[in-house]
């Protein structure tokens, strides 16, 4: 038996512009006079943006930026210190290390000046998570004060986190202002989606249907949540909110501050958002449809794990609470946030570290909400803030520590999950395999094996038997089993245990994080598959299926034989290397080349698509394997309109800015077989419904192979005469490769 103790983290660390280590300097210049005035008008009117002459971050300056005001509760036009939103590329393409939006929080209601820094630090350890760290904030040379630095909640956030842009994204906040009667609660109101409007807010062109079908199954359907949710993220978001008692949310009066994006699954998955006002920093838990529930200290600190457990305005909570399965799962995931961070200590050293990183920029800011003095004191001591009191940090963190410990969920004995053990380290594709664990107070059909081949698919669980029928050893014994079919070149997996009363998991993070077995089939090794050439600003240049004129990047294959490429990730961000992951059918011909379009758009059975987009500023592109070895990456700077750079030779040579793109063929003469000899012609190009392929050679070539975008072979015909006609019904509109014997190739346009 091989015992796994491979182990993968899908954290995404912060570095550069959300780094915690060092605060960030923003500097904004307005010509207007009245900058002020006209952020509060646009505030109170349209919201729109007020273009500032430039912003310098850390040193670089970008021109003609958007800037608004933001926030509900902690906006208001008398403040000096007013939340802020810079949007990079309001008229200019422009972005600061990929980010586009500035999001900076002001501190309101948090003497501690660290609540929302501290907040995701911890949550990105159990679900995707924005960054988040600090900057000081200067207006025409003046210096506004000390703020929290959130990463944008948009499109390339779920690219990142959920490989596609393109589906149904919403915000769930009321666009009025909220109270308890306007919950973005996921409450099914009608059929009519006029009658959801106030209540959220769609981020993408469509998918009120989408929305309100979600309602309908967490009102009225709870059985089939699964369907449309990813449960486990929604369990982690209810589980963080109550033990961090984060009452500025889903599980709060509001109902509010998260957004749903659907992904290719078609589920929704929750990301949390808006964390200034977490740790008690909002007292209102809400009930029913009227009240405020405004809660003491007190009460935050026994804040119970049932809260709104059978509250109708709460349908989400509800549904998990009142099935058995997901309330087990809810109370560990509570006990692994409040085991590893709070009972340990550990959310002390984090906000000592950032209040000592921060502590000289608070002591100069002279507009914060609270003195020098109380940020200095504000782990301990509670103070007022208008209606309502704010708990110091370690004051509401240990008392409600003690309170958990205490309760009858937390006194449960949990199931113990010990070695985890596969009969073949390196499973045969399609081979089956037997997966063993050992475990401890179970109930019989309480052990589960949830497993999949690659990040966007969806766990399956499986059942795990001590029944000695399932090469489990000896009934009875505590060794669980089941046999597994490795259908991928990976597999990614946890175990779940339960009995009556309480459930772990193993890792004790997932789903967010898992085990990862790989098979006997290899990834390629580096330089066996390159990035061969790119383009980043294209506006005249190649086009993809839909007509459009998007970046690319080329791929090549240096060796003879055809490479798989399943497995295999392509990136933008170095911290962040597995954010493209090619599907099962993407193949390299061999000596051969493979485009994929960096468009943010999904990829087809016919073309790819890579779920970024390329800065035409400069940035990286690596290639890596799903044990994040890098197999290739390079990293480049400010780009020309439609000039491409590329390898010379293809596939060693080193990058050089080619004189012509030469999009899925040679770059250069020397060293490489260009594309074919002028013996061989193929015309009509671009070509609709046949193209004809002519040369007096045609006896010297035994077959031509059409390739698609994504190193599928569409076609292969053979040379009858010296000119033949190939069929192009069926073919998608797109590029397609020929290649004509051996070595000639051709490139072709389906319009």
Not at 266 to 285: A, E, H, K, V
Not at 721 to 747: C, H, M, P, W
Request: proline share 4%; net charge negative; aromatic share 14%.
């Amino acid at each position: 038996m091989f015992i796994m103790t491979l182990f993968v983290q899908t954290l995404h660390a912060q570095t550069g512009f959300y780094s915690t280590d060092e605060i960030q300097q923003i500097e904004l210049f307005f010509s207007q006079s009245d900058w002020d005035y006209r952020l509060d008008t646009a505030k109170n009117g349209s919201g729109g943006y007020l273009i500032a002459d430039s912003v310098r971050i850390n040193g670089q300056t970008f021109d003609s930026v958007g800037v608004k005001y933001k926030g509900n509760s902690s906006y208001d036009e008398t403040y000096v210190k007013n939340p802020l939103h810079i949007e990079l590329n309001t008229i200019l393409d422009q972005s600061y290390n990929g980010y586009t939006d500035v999001k900076l929080s002001n501190g309101y209601g948090d003497p501690s000046l660290v609540r929302e820094v501290l907040a995701y630090k911890i949550l990105e350890n159990y679900a995707d998570a924005p960054q988040s760290n600090f900057a000081q904030v200067y207006i025409n040379q003046s210096y506004v004060g000390l703020y929290s630095n959130t990463e944008s909640i948009n499109k390339t956030f779920c690219a990142t986190h959920f490989y596609s842009s393109g589906n149904t994204f919403v915000k769930c906040n009321p666009t009025v202002i909220p109270g308890p009667t306007t919950k973005s609660n996921l409450r099914y109101i009608s059929a009519d989606s006029a009658d959801y409007t106030t209540y959220y807010e769609m981020k993408s062109d469509a998918g009120w249907s989408d929305l309100l079908e979600v309602c309908n199954v967490v009102t009225n359907s709870a059985a089939n949540l699964e369907t449309v949710m990813d449960v486990d993220r929604a369990i982690w978001m209810l589980a963080f909110n109550n033990v961090v008692v984060n009452l500025d949310s889903y599980s709060g009066v509001f109902a509010q501050n998260y957004y749903l994006y659907q992904d290719d699954n078609g589920r929704f998955n929750p990301i949390i958002w808006d964390l200034n006002m977490s740790f008690g920093g909002f007292p209102y838990l809400g009930s029913g449809n009227n009240s405020m529930g405004s809660l003491t200290v007190a009460n935050m600190q026994q804040l119970p794990l049932t809260a709104h457990s059978n509250d109708t305005y709460w349908p989400l909570i509800k549904a998990i609470q009142n099935n058995p399965l997901y309330k087990r799962m809810y109370v560990a995931h509570v006990r692994t946030i409040a085991e590893e961070f709070f009972s340990s200590g550990e959310y002390a050293t984090i906000a000592a570290g950032f209040q000592n990183l921060i502590d000289a920029a608070v002591s100069a800011d002279t507009n914060a909400f609270f003195t020098y003095n109380e940020f200095q004191n504000s782990m301990a001591t509670d103070y007022v803030f208008g209606s309502y009191t704010v708990p110091g940090l370690s004051n509401l963190v240990e008392n409600r520590m003690t309170y958990l410990s205490s309760i009858t969920e937390f006194q449960y004995t949990q199931p113990t999950i010990g070695t985890i053990s596969v009969s073949d380290p390196s499973p045969l594709m399609g081979s089956t395999f037997t997966l063993t664990v050992e475990v401890t107070n179970a109930v019989s059909g309480g052990v589960y094996l949830g497993y999949r081949g690659s990040y966007q698919d969806i766990f399956t669980r499986m059942l795990l038997f001590d029944d000695g029928a399932h090469n489990d050893g000896a009934s009875g014994d505590n060794v669980y089993g089941n046999q597994v079919t490795m259908a991928t070149p990976y597999m990614q997996y946890y175990i779940y245990a339960e009995n009556a009363n309480a459930g772990i998991f193993s890792p004790q993070r997932a789903e967010h994080e898992y085990y990862i077995l790989g098979s006997n089939v290899q990834p390629p090794v580096a330089g066996t598959v390159v990035v061969n050439e790119f383009l980043a600003i294209n506006t005249d240049n190649e086009e993809n299926e839909y007509f459009e004129k998007t970046d690319w990047i080329e791929l090549y294959n240096t060796t003879a034989l055809p490479v798989s490429l399943y497995g295999l990730f392509l990136s933008d961000d170095p911290e962040n290397p597995m954010k493209f992951a090619f599907p099962e059918d993407a193949v390299i011909p061999a000596s051969g080349y493979l485009a994929v379009w960096a468009d943010e758009q999904t990829s087809t059975d016919t073309y790819l698509h890579a779920n970024f987009k390329l800065s035409g500023s400069g940035e990286h592109i690596l290639l890596s394997d799903y044990n994040g070895t890098i197999l290739d990456s390079l990293s480049y700077g400010q780009q020309t309109e439609d000039v491409s750079a590329g390898r010379c030779p293809d596939g060693t040579g080193s990058f050089e800015v080619l004189e012509y793109t030469s999009f899925l063929t040679g770059n250069c003469v020397a060293g490489v077989v260009e594309v074919s000899s002028g013996n061989i012609r193929v015309y009509p190009n671009p070509a609709q419904q046949y193209i004809i392929i002519e040369t007096p050679d045609w006896e010297n070539y035994e077959e031509v192979r059409c390739y698609n975008a994504v190193g599928q072979v569409i076609k292969t015909v053979s040379l009858t005469q010296a000119a033949t006609t190939l069929d192009l019904t069926g073919f998608s509109s797109g590029v397609y490769v020929l290649f004509i014997g051996e070595n000639d190739q051709k490139r072709i346009v389906i319009r």
